[in-house]
């Protein structure tokens, strides 16, 4: 059995989802990249890159009609449980992080500005930090 065969086997068995044109990312942020119910945003309010299957909390810092700017916050692990599905953070804006640019797509999506409509995207109202230790 080849190499790549046994890696989407894993993937499913981890939960991970085929969404077409190779592209297969984690369930739980296929589900959070979600369009319906995110709020319009707003300075300085928390929003959430999600990745492949991590996750990283980010303020938003300036807002330019369907396109907003982020930057990554400081996120601060307040648990002890290690490597570890398991995880807490506090956050802290970090003025001095580089500032990455989103946009609305039809769909209602916010994504990274130059990626496919399948590229990195945004989960607008709530902070959450993620490390999948696993990869």
Request: proline share 3%; with cysteine.
């Amino acid at each position: 059995m080849s190499q790549a065969i046994l890696n989407k086997q894993t993937m499913r068995q981890r939960g991970f989802v085929n969404f077409g044109a190779g592209l297969e990312a984690s369930l739980t942020n296929y589900l959070l990249s979600g369009t319906k119910g995110q709020p319009q945003p707003v300075v300085r309010m928390g929003a959430t890159i999600l990745m492949y299957t991590d996750r990283h909390a980010v303020t938003i810092v300036e807002v330019k009609g369907k396109r907003i700017a982020v930057q990554q916050d400081r996120a601060i692990r307040t648990d002890d449980n290690g490597m570890s599905e398991c995880q807490s953070y506090r956050f802290e804006a970090d003025p001095q992080a580089p500032v990455t640019w989103y946009s609305l797509r039809k769909t209602g999506a916010w994504v990274r500005c130059g990626d496919s409509f399948n590229g990195q995207r945004l989960r607008i109202g709530e902070r959450n930090e993620y490390h999948d230790y696993s990869f």
